[in-house]
């Protein structure tokens, strides 16, 4: 057999995703049997270093596009090469999903699961998209993107609220597959709820867009500082923040787009599928009684032709006296995350989605949100960009430093609460 058409046979590679170790000197392997793994259909050649593979999970959970694996057996120097190809992988009689999906011009990797940095540029040739690393290390891990897991987030959960005492990490609720839904208060001072403007942050409806839950990560860091407009904020406002609303599939590797019957973000309805959507329905539903909605924001990643951040506000939907503040947001937006060194490339003009965009277009998080919120309420989206040199950690969680600096701004320049 040729060694470059070699094929791991089944049962090998289901002991080699099962961490399994079959000897000292084992050859290379793929393992993906931690929260947030997903691989399929891995042949491995190990004369040539070379892994091909496509992504895993479920299609009726999501878009599969996710891809997040360890290898192990690696000679420390040697070079290894990823060759991609989309999943075939459908639901019923859809046609599968486009490969370019799943390929974003650069992958990511870590040696050791917290820090992540970019492969070079990959190349595409046909439906094989080919990325090469080498790693200094006998494992390395590589993924789609800079993974964000649930644990991630129970994680910055407790170091803000344990380190702040204007933090409280509280549980958003309990996910059909009983998992626990962090989420962030931050409140200082003495103002009563009345008093203080309404401020609801959300990432990640859709599993595989991890880069959203960084940029909450960042938005939360900031938040949580001593920086004087931080604590304007803390001050003046109740902010609530969910890392990921879409907990089960983030777990599982599953992409969660278009997940069966509908994903989190087309279940914002009079009776919702998920319980996350449920729970953040009656949490902004409380800011919308109390007529302090003042400020809604979900976080998302776009297709793999969009090489910008930009803004998605619902236009039509807008009430008159909600639409001039929108636009002050945005810009206010556009200006801090434009200028931010090195250069993150932000859009300036929103994209308006409308009745046109989905048949359930109304049960869209920020069209729900201004359908039923308050004369003033600003509800937009936020789309992360992922196909960018500065789609990393660090330039994701600077635009959501950047982003908190301007909701602070945008209410400073609101009328006080009564």
């Known amino acids: 057999m040729n060694p470059r058409q070699l094929l791991v046979p089944l049962a090998l590679l289901s002991l080699a995703i099962a961490g399994e170790q079959l000897f000292a000197d084992a050859p290379l392997s793929v393992a993906a049997d931690f929260e947030g793994g997903s691989v399929a259909e891995v042949e491995i050649d190990p004369a040539a270093g070379s892994i091909r593979f496509m992504p895993g999970g479920d299609p009726a959970r999501g878009w599969p596009c996710w891809w997040y ?65 080498t790693p200094d290390t006998s494992s390395v891990y590589v993924a789609w993107g800079p993974p964000y897991t649930p644990k991630t987030a129970e994680k910055l959960a407790t170091r803000l609220s344990e380190a702040s005492p204007h933090v409280e990490a509280m549980q958003l609720c309990r996910s059909r597959e009983d998992r626990a839904v962090p989420m962030l208060h931050f409140r200082e001072g003495t103002r009563t709820a009345e008093q203080r403007f309404g401020v609801w942050i959300q990432a990640r409806q859709h599993a595989w867009e991890s880069g959203s839950s960084w940029v909450a990560e960042g938005f939360a860091d900031w938040l949580a500082g001593d920086d004087r407009q931080a604590a304007w904020l803390r001050q003046h406002a109740d902010v609530y923040l969910v890392p990921i609303m879409d907990i089960d599939n983030t777990a599982t590797g599953n992409g969660g787009k278009n997940a069966i019957p509908r994903d989190h973000n087309r279940d914002w309805s009079a009776k919702p599928h998920w319980n996350e959507i449920l729970a953040a329905q ?137």
């Open 69 to 133: 694996f360890r290898i192990d057996g690696i000679q420390p120097g040697q070079t290894i090469t990823l060759q991609l190809r989309g999943s075939t992988a459908t639901v019923g009689k859809q046609k599968p999903l486009g490969a370019s999906w799943a390929m974003p011009k650069r992958a990511t990797y870590s040696t050791d699961g917290k820090t992540w940095r970019q492969t070079d540029p990959g190349q595409r040739d046909g439906p094989i998209m080919t990325y090469e690393l």
């Open 282 to 418: 009656q949490k902004v539903g409380e800011l919308i009684d109390q007529n302090r909605m003042d400020l809604f924001i979900d976080l998302h990643n776009p297709g793999p032709g969009d090489p910008t951040f930009f803004f998605v506000p619902p236009r039509e939907l807008l009430k008159p006296q909600a639409v001039e503040a929108a636009d002050q947001f945005m810009e206010l937006a556009y200006q801090r995350i434009s200028r931010i060194e090195p250069s993150i490339p932000m859009n300036n003009k929103p994209r308006v989605t409308g009745s046109n965009y989905h048949p359930l277009w109304r049960q869209i998080s920020k069209n729900w949100v201004s359908l039923n919120g308050n004369p003033h309420t600003v509800s937009v989206c936020l789309e992360t960009a992922w196909n960018s040199p500065a789609s990393t950690q660090a330039g994701y969680k600077a635009v959501g430093e950047n982003l908190a600096i301007a909701t602070q701004q945008f209410l400073a320049k609101q009328p006080e609460k009564p």
